[in-house]
């Protein structure tokens, strides 16, 4: 009995190894007798060569569906680089018109770049999309920017004018605060970046608002006073958005202790600007929290209490507010 079990067993393996063979019909015809044969005895292998073959059709269904799919994939992209070819070719036309009619009634090309750097960027936000193949909305930004340039750059010499530079940092610093985050997010960066990307963003748009101060004092031909006013204010300017960042991103604390910390520092940030901003340009424009009298009050006589009255109690408030929440946090967390 024991030998006969292990006879069976035996010929199950060897069944078991000609089933890939036999289900793919390239074992000899004697093989095919006897896995048919032993098929019909043995339900155990009958069930496994079942099972083969349903995975076999699965794995076969997978791959005409991904052929389906990729065969799909290439009709669709071919269909949309031909709009965006035509949207092109539409685009070009009235290149062409101005290009003729700017040569015949100006006997040189003038406006026409005018025309060309519009259309250029009407092409960056049309035919962009459609023709890029990956990372088309990166492309569309890239080329959206560079062509605004361009237009300003033709304005900027067509008129004779020396505002280039502040209007090109202007539109960058713009479009920075907009797109940067989604940008960063979705180029590839070095490896020792690529968990700093908030802290790149942050960087990228700090140096874009200096370039636009620098920008600004080149044209408006700033001296001394333009340059230390302009940094100065800049520069306190900064460190409310920074110290977001750094509280959100880096401090590792309870939500409602950061919340707490943003919530006093706006308060310190809006109480104390006025006073920065008469201190550095040495020009009193009233509004000091000094002036602040919360005893006699401050009236419409007295402009300058009142306004100070209104930045201490914004001050009172917000550490008031921000305490609480630092408390809260605090007792959360033991
Ligand atoms: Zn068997």
Redesign the pocket.
């Known amino acids: 009995m024991i030998v006969k079990m292990k006879e069976i067993k035996y010929?199950?393996e060897l069944?078991r190894d000609l089933l890939p063979l036999y289900q793919d019909g390239v074992c000899s015809q004697s093989s095919q007798k006897a896995v048919e044969e032993?098929l019909k005895n043995?339900c155990?292998?009958a069930q496994m060569a079942e099972r083969l073959k349903n995975y076999e059709v699965d794995e076969v269904l997978i791959k005409e569906k991904n052929n389906v799919l990729t065969t799909h994939e290439k009709k669709e992209r071919r269909k949309t680089v031909t709009i965006g070819m035509i949207t092109a070719g539409v685009l070009f036309v009235p290149v062409i018109v101005c290009l003729i009619c700017n040569l015949a009634i100006g006997h040189a090309l003038n406006w026409f770049f005018i025309v060309l750097a519009s259309l250029i960027l009407v092409a960056s936000i049309t035919v962009l999309p459609l023709v890029a193949e990956r990372k088309k909305w990166i492309w569309t930004i890239f080329g959206f920017t560079c062509s605004l340039l361009f237009l300003l750059l033709t304005c900027c010499i067509y008129t004779g004018g020396s505002w280039f530079l502040v209007a090109a940092a202007g539109s960058i610093l713009g479009l920075s605060v907009l797109l940067a985050p989604y940008v960063v997010g979705n180029i590839p960066l070095p490896r020792f970046l690529q968990n700093k990307k908030g802290l790149v963003v942050m960087i990228w748009d700090t140096v874009w608002i200096y370039l636009l101060i620098a920008a600004c004092g080149i044209f408006v031909k700033g001296e001394y006073f333009y340059w230390h006013t302009g940094l100065c204010i800049t520069t306190y300017c900064l460190w409310l958005p920074w110290f977001v960042f750094v509280v959100c991103r880096y401090f590792k604390m309870d939500k409602l202790i950061k919340s707490g910390l943003i919530v006093i520092a706006g308060g310190v940030y809006t109480a104390f600007t006025n006073d920065v901003i008469c201190k550095v340009t040495g020009i009193n424009q009233g509004g000091s929290i000094f002036d602040a009298d919360m005893i006699t009050g401050g009236t419409i006589d007295r402009l300058e209490a009142l306004n100070g009255n209104i930045l201490l109690t914004v001050l009172i408030l917000s550490v008031l507010a921000g305490g609480i929440l630092i408390l809260a946090g605090l007792k959360k967390k033991s």
């Open positions: 010929e199950c069944i032993h043995c155990n292998c």
